[in-house]
Nanobody
Framework: QVQLVESGGGLVQAGGSLRLSCAASGRTFSSYAMGWIRQAPGKEREFVAAIRWSGVTYYADSVKGRVTISRDNAKNTVLLQMNSLKPEDSAVYYC???????????????WGQGTQVTVSS
């Protein structure tokens, strides 16, 4: 059974930083992409960032230049370093695993429970 466990959310002032972490277990994740999807209250889910097993990354325009995604394949973990945070970044952030296309589309099979990020102005 696949499990994705996120940590690292919290409350931060605008301009601050947070690092989200996700530990995956339950299967071999080689050839799978990992990523982050967020959802703010009353809004649709929004792709944030994705990373291939090879390390190739892709970011949403809304976070490009402020966010860095990385992964440790040996530990099955993925990190999301978020800098220069804005109030509009406030959302529940979900760690996801799946094929590249499903991660980017937010339709992947495996989701974490989510971690809340709140950015105060």
């Amino acid at each position: 059974q696949v499990q994705l466990v996120e940590s690292g959310g919290g409350l931060v002032q605008a301009g601050g930083s947070l690092r989200l972490s996700c530990a995956a277990s339950g299967r071999t994740f080689s050839s799978y992409a990992m990523g982050w999807i967020r959802q703010a209250p009353g809004k649709e889910r929004e792709f944030v960032a994705a990373i291939r097993w090879s390390g190739v990354t892709y970011y949403a325009d809304s976070v490009k230049g402020r966010v860095t995604i990385s992964r440790d394949n040996a530990k099955n973990t993925v990190l999301l370093q978020m800098n220069s945070l804005k109030p509009e970044d406030s959302a529940v952030y979900y760690c996801v695993v799946g094929s590249w296309s499903t991660v980017v589309a937010g339709t992947c099979e495996y989701w974490g429970q989510g971690t809340q990020v709140t950015v105060s102005s």
